[in-house]
């Protein structure tokens, strides 16, 4: 069959995304994947440099996601798929352009981990993510704050003559655009993949890109790179080079996802000359071979490991029954805590195949590692040549500039809103103005009028834009308090601290509303490490959001809902280190019933309960059971609670650490 492109629904149990947190994300990031100072003494140096290169503060501009529950439903979910008579890849372009499935039909196999649930969890740098499929993480060290976003999808030539799909976004962590471009030529076993991130700007921009296939776990599969050593990184955060594939005398191999206990990573060190793979082979020497062209030099395993944490986290991510999973990785750096500068008007390209792999069993999983990875070397250059894998990106780079036919779906107004600003030419990739929506709107108006609109209605306010360029045209504007709020914001995300709580301060003095202002300069006490005055700012700003939302009466709504529910979230344990537990309480007694249900808040009651002397009650909280849906990867929380109230072992049910003990 002649390759074809068409839309098509997805029906899947899904979790509601729920609405955003209308609060800025000032706080410095718990990511998990920092490297332990003692390590980075000793790594080779430009591994060193890249490491410490331009690391994310915060997520800024983009919002958190942490709306949503637990409770699915049937839901009907947007789809494309593309289809010849070889292999058949659904793509989600309402999440992140993530292929959903990557089905070869002559062996009638699923190549990815296809999750029958969409359960999001908090594994991205913006909150919500989901497991399964191939998902494509650009931005800084995590899951990409585009997880959960919409991309813009359309139509475009192929190089073959046929069709192929473009996904494109603006990515707003490093305010650079990029491409993914999706195409299968007629016969082809193998999915083809052609990326560009280009740098408009004029000055040089971290950048990030590691594209993370889930694949099926099981017990004998086994994961093969071209390499002799790793970097193992663990939530430890120690970062060490280890032999491939057994890392310790004595320990399990590694490339065996089933024989570790914990959680862990694996960044295989890949010759220069050497061809760059990746492939996940079962038990029969069969599975999922991921190559490309040697620009993405880095290849990574990730393993949950078969401890209580692993086994709990995968079945946190989908539904009884259905199998774990694994994932292997292909990025530009050695390791995924590296940025790698892209300079001025540059633009960095390459090209990715997906597709089955058949080799032998007994040689895939030969003690002798240099038998089994020369095994799948050969296979693969048999299944799909170097030289071709070069061609085809040879062939495609031209296609890359072609303007996109029609259109499929749409993304955000964000990128529109830059071309706007700056007119930027960026062929293949439009962001037209016409996708600019009302998140846009204010700064359409500061960029032509000079001046943010006053709301008409009260509402919390809308996000910010925190780039350089945004910040200066703030810093003219009038100085409302509402301009001074969002000046505040860039301000701190410029790491000038000082200079944002003096604008936050302006701003109070003639504000209406004002609970923005007052958690803002509470985070900065927080973090400066002032907790007495933090909680006054907190008490002060909860306060005021209850009084000008009218939810204290009951007026449990919307907008006005997820604002109080993340202010509480923040206020209470602020009071609570502060040692006003008493005012803690009185926070609480005015959320709305609704709020203090969820799992988050039964959490938040435990800590309340324990801070009030009543270790019984608290402990009734976990023995009735809760789950807190945004539970952070890598968060030992729970655990930190249990301890405090028992010295009994912590119940399987909350067990989610990452780590050994101590």
């Known amino acids: 069959m002649t390759t074809t492109v068409r839309r098509a629904v997805l029906t899947l149990p899904a979790a509601p995304l729920g609405p955003e947190n209308p609060l800025p994300a000032l706080r410095t990031l718990d990511e998990a994947h920092t490297v332990d100072e003692r390590d980075r003494r000793k790594l080779p140096g430009d591994m060193a440099r890249q490491i410490g290169y331009e690391p994310l503060r915060t997520p800024l501009p983009v919002r958190i996601l942490d709306g949503y529950g637990r409770e699915r439903r049937e839901t009907g979910i947007d789809a494309i798929v593309i ?256 940025h790698i500068p892209l300079e001025a008007e540059g633009e960095l390209s390459w090209l990715e195949a997906y597709g089955p792999l058949a080799a032998d069993a007994e040689a895939v999983h030969a003690d002798d590692w240099d038998r089994a990875r020369g095994e799948v070397t050969d296979r693969l250059e048999a299944a799909l040549p170097r030289a071709d894998v070069d061609a085809a990106y040879t062939a495609w780079l031209p296609y890359a500039d072609t303007e996109p036919g029609e259109r499929l779906a749409a993304g955000s107004g964000w990128g529109a809103l830059e071309v706007l600003r700056a007119g930027y030419k960026l062929p293949g990739t439009p962001f037209e103005e016409s996708t600019l929506g009302a998140e846009q709107e204010p700064w359409v108006e500061l960029l032509t009028t000079g001046m943010l609109p006053a709301p008409d209605t009260a509402v919390p306010p809308g996000p910010t834009l925190v780039a350089p360029h945004w910040r200066d045209m703030l810093e003219t504007a009038l100085d409302e308090p509402l301009t001074e709020y969002h000046l505040g914001v860039a301000q701190w995300h410029a790491g000038d601290l000082a200079q944002a709580v003096r604008s936050w301060e302006r701003g109070l003095r003639r504000a209406t509303s004002r609970w923005p202002l007052l958690r803002c300069l509470a985070v900065a006490d927080r973090q400066g490490g002032h907790p007495g005055r933090a909680a006054d700012h907190y008490a002060a700003a909860f306060d005021d959001l209850c009084q000008e939302s009218g939810l204290a009466e009951g007026n449990d709504i919307g907008t006005w809902t997820a604002a109080l529910a993340a202010l509480a979230r923040e206020a209470i344990p602020a009071l609570l280190a502060a040692d006003r537990t008493a005012e803690a309480r009185a926070a609480w007694d005015r959320l709305p019933s609704e709020v203090r249900r969820r799992g988050a808040f039964r959490l938040v009651e435990a800590q309340l309960l324990l801070a009030e002397g009543d270790k019984a009650a608290a402990r009734a909280v976990f023995d009735a059971g809760f789950e807190v849906p945004d539970l952070r990867e890598g968060a030992e929380t729970l655990g930190e609670v249990w301890a405090a109230l028992t010295d009994d072992p912590l119940p399987d049910a909350y067990e989610y650490r990452m780590r050994p003990k101590g």
């Open 83 to 338: 289809e010849n008579d070889r292999l058949r890849a659904t793509v989600l372009p309402g999440l992140g352009g993530r292929i959903h499935s990557l089905h070869h039909k002559p062996t009638g196999r699923e190549l990815v981990y296809r999750n029958p649930v969409l359960q999001p969890a908090c594994f991205a740098l913006s909150g919500a993510w989901f497991s399964g499929g191939i998902e494509w993480n650009i931005g800084a060290t995590g899951h990409t704050t585009l997880s959960c976003a919409p991309v813009h999808a359309a139509l475009v030539p192929a190089p073959d003559g046929g069709e192929m799909l473009r996904l494109w976004e603006w990515e707003r962590l490093r305010d650079l655009p990029f491409q993914v471009d999706l195409w299968l030529p007629d016969g082809s076993d193998f999915l083809y993949a052609g990326v560009r991130i280009r740098n408009p700007h004029e000055r040089t921009a971290p950048v990030y890109w590691w594209s993370n296939i889930a694949v099926e776990e099981s017990e004998g599969t086994r994961v093969l790179a071209p390499a002799e050593s790793a970097w193992h990184f663990g939530y430890e955060r120690r970062l060490r080079e280890v032999p491939v594939p057994v890392a310790e005398p004595g320990g399990a191999d590694h490339t065996y996802s089933t024989r570790a206990e914990f959680p862990a990573d694996y960044f295989y060190e890949v010759p220069a000359g050497a061809r760059k793979w990746i492939a996940s082979l079962d038990a029969r020497g069969t599975g999922l071979v991921q190559t490309s062209t040697d620009t993405l030099r880095g290849r990574k395993l990730f393993l949950w490991g078969t401890g209580r944490g692993g086994r709990n986290w995968q079945r946190w991510l989908t539904e009884p029954g259905t199998p774990g999973y694994t994932e292997i990785q292909a990025g530009l750096a050695r390791t995924q805590l590296e």
